[in-house]
């Protein structure tokens, strides 16, 4: 079957007519001449109108080649920065306490406050590891604890162990810190309420510098620690080194919970801390 569109081979090819002259082509009006251009012009100039509009519309965008605004003073400080105000700044030092002051927490890197009164000398720490004397009894006067000493040690989760519940008028010594009176910080720690009620230091946050406290020994020596400062820290940013770093003279640390107690996990946020040093012995 032959393809009727197929060219034909076998037929001679046409052979156009000799010496065939063009037509000349008809003569242009100016403004046939000039139409081109017109409409060329005309097409640029909408698009040149049509990218003025969009960038009328688009935000500013700053490269930083023009001069800076220098932002206007404010004399009156928002709202937030009203609430805000001293939430990073925390005192240099340890607070000295007192009624009706609330109780906030020092930088990390504070150290312990300063004496509230004149120390005296540190008691040697006994010669054979069978004179080792231990704290027995403490009392606090003003804030009426007159408490019996137990010993305390840390878990293996490196938290710091507490008197048992079932003893809520019992302090606890933790046994790897000085003895109080030897050169050191001597820990001691309590509860401040069990499920059944307040329990023996509840009132600790009451204690302000120059309070006394204390501390009675197997020895029978007596140590009276002078109250230099108080503060209520969070437990995630817990002062560790102040409370628990060497010193060069006697010094006791008190610590018991604060703050907002959390009904799910049973704690406290806070630990309020109470700072004093040796300021007499005898026996």
């Not at 003569?27 to 698009?47: E, R």
């Not at 620690?225 to 080194?241: C, H, L, N, R």
């Amino acid at each position: 079957m032959t393809d009727q569109n197929a060219p034909d081979h076998d037929a001679p090819a046409p052979v156009p007519a000799p010496f065939a002259v063009p037509a000349a082509p008809a003569q242009k009006s100016p403004m046939q001449k000039a139409l081109p251009g017109l409409l060329i012009a005309g097409s640029l100039g909408g698009v040149g109108l049509v990218m003025v509009s969009l960038l009328s519309l688009a935000p500013p965008v700053d490269d930083g080649s023009g001069p800076r605004p220098v932002a206007a003073p404010q004399d009156v400080p928002t709202t937030v920065q009203m609430q805000n105000a001293g939430a990073f700044i925390l005192p240099p030092t340890v607070g000295p306490g007192g009624k009706n002051k609330p109780l906030t927490p020092a930088r990390l890197d504070a150290p312990p406050p300063l004496a509230a009164v004149p120390v005296v000398p540190a008691i040697p720490k006994a010669r054979t590891k069978t004179a080792k004397a231990r704290p027995t009894r403490i009392k606090i006067p003003k804030i009426k604890v007159n408490s019996a000493i137990g010993g305390v040690t840390v878990s293996k989760k490196g938290r710091l162990g507490t008197p048992p519940l079932s003893r809520p008028n019992q302090t606890g010594w933790y046994r790897l810190s000085p003895v109080p009176g030897e050169v050191g910080p001597a820990i001691i720690n309590g509860h401040v309420s069990t499920r059944k009620g307040p329990a023996v230091f509840d009132r600790l946050r009451e204690l302000a510098k120059g309070d006394q406290i204390y501390v009675y020994r197997s020895d029978g020596k007596v140590t009276r620690f002078t109250v230099s400062g108080i503060e209520q820290a969070s437990k995630s940013s817990f002062p560790t080194k102040r409370v628990y770093g060497n010193t060069n003279d006697s010094q006791l640390r008190l610590i018991t919970c604060g703050g907002v107690y959390n009904r799910t996990t049973h704690h406290y946020t806070d630990n309020i801390v109470v700072y004093a040093t040796l300021s007499k012995k005898k026996g």
